[in-house]
């Protein structure tokens, strides 16, 4: 499973439109030169980003992007979604009844998958650009359960 630019590129715009458009908006060249992206790229992404209110336009000498709402309010899981980036970790291309073999069926290790994407995608709802900004993803990552015991390194400590 990989992430595309588009969801990628998407994030990386608008944390950096989150750090400089405070004062004033801020414009896609810029971005574009900060985070090493295609200016006509961005103003693709950007053109969704406004249809799903993320971000506003302003017009005229200075103008430029900002953010719909604060930094805080943004969740990265929407900006990922805006792009039409589904997150994923399944080969199907549709989910539920459909599965991912030729006849249909689900594979044997689909929920597994499925259930990883819905976790990702419940991991991604949880951040905000703030959170970005400020190193703060550690605070939504939990500690994963301790790996039972092998089995075959438990016979062999025998």
């Not at 990265?76 to 589904?86: G, N, W, Y």
């Not at 080969?91 to 929920?111: P, W």
């Amino acid at each position: 499973m990989k992430l595309s630019t588009k969801g990628r590129y998407a994030v990386m715009a608008m944390v950096d439109l989150a750090r400089h458009a405070q004062t004033k908006p801020v414009s896609l060249s810029d971005i574009a030169a900060r985070q090493e992206i295609s200016l006509s790229y961005l103003e693709q992404l950007f053109a969704r980003l406004r249809r799903a209110e993320l971000v506003k336009s302003v017009r005229g000498p200075g103008g430029g992007y900002r953010l719909a709402r604060g930094s805080a309010e943004t969740r990265v899981s929407e900006i990922i979604l805006a792009v039409d980036e589904p997150i994923t970790a399944t080969r199907c291309t549709e989910m539920g009844q459909a599965g991912c073999r030729a006849d249909r069926s689900k594979c044997l290790t689909h929920d597994l998958w499925e259930e990883l994407g819905n976790q990702i995608h419940v991991f991604l709802s949880s951040v905000t650009l703030y959170d970005v900004l400020e190193r703060k993803l550690s605070t939504h990552i939990a500690e994963a359960p301790p790996a039972p015991a092998n089995s075959d390194s438990m016979a062999a400590a025998s």
